[in-house]
């Protein structure tokens, strides 16, 4: 079974330019979360769906960030204009519906350099 | 309060000893608690995932919850080098968001 892929891997930009990150979960896993983890701190959930669905984007600063599961399988999250402090690794995970409690299975992560 | 808090570390234990991590989360109503082992540089890995009360044991990793004490802990026996890495403990709360502690950084001495 394929996991969770990202892309880009890495990705350094200047401070004010946008990027996009992409997720592909594993297939038939209907829950897929975006989590920005800064060095040291444990992953902060920027947005969660279900299917095509936003569940959660509490924690999305939305002035500057945006994401969408179009067709409930693969996603887009976007900084634009990026800030210095969006310097961070971008992790995109997926659960099943199988779960009881929501195991989430990771994909390897973009890390992001805003200069 | 912090909804989850870890043990501050880092933790160093020798080889072959018993490394004990912790965790406490603020919401009595929770119900699903993980555990995730993160190397630096690469991304959380399931290791343990815990839903009753008491111990549940897988290999040299065992689990332990108590709902009244609101605090769930992952012990790692006969400690290897390669269990250095930083351990993540998650809880999925009442409202249904899964919240992820601050994780302690475990280094295992040869």
């Known amino acids: 079974e394929a996991g969770v892929a990202q892309s880009p891997r890495y990705k350094i930009i200047e401070k004010r330019q946008s990027v996009a990150f992409w997720c592909n979960p594993i297939?038939?896993?209907?829950?897929l979360y975006w989590y920005q983890q800064i060095l040291g701190q444990g992953p902060k959930l920027l947005i969660q769906f279900q299917n095509n669905g936003v569940v959660d984007d509490s924690q999305l600063p939305k002035d500057r960030f945006s994401a969408e599961r179009l067709k409930g399988v693969d996603s887009t999250l976007k900084i634009q204009p990026a800030k210095l402090e969006d310097s961070a690794v971008y992790l995109c995970?997926?659960?099943?519906?199988?779960?009881?409690?929501?195991?989430?299975?990771f994909g390897p992560g973009t890390r992001l350099t805003v200069l | 309060q912090k909804e989850v808090e870890q043990n501050s570390g880092p933790l160093s234990v020798p080889e072959g000893a018993i490394a004990s991590l912790n965790c406490t989360y603020s919401?009595?109503?929770?119900?699903?608690f993980f555990w995730y082992r993160q190397y630096s540089g690469k991304s959380p890995e399931l290791i343990m995932s815990?839903?009753?009360?008491g111990d549940k044991e897988d290999g040299r990793f065992t689990a332990q919850l108590n709902k009244a004490s609101q605090y769930v802990s992952l012990l790692i026996r006969d400690s290897q080098p390669s269990d250095s890495a930083t351990y993540l403990c998650a809880v999925k709360t009442s409202y249904d968001k899964v919240i992820f502690g601050p994780g302690t950084s475990l280094s295992v001495i040869p």
């Open positions: 995970a997926s659960s099943g519906s199988g779960t009881l409690g929501g195991e989430q299975f």
């Open positions: 919401d009595r109503g929770s119900q699903s």
């Open positions: 815990i839903y009753s009360n």
């Open positions: 297939s038939g896993h209907a829950t």
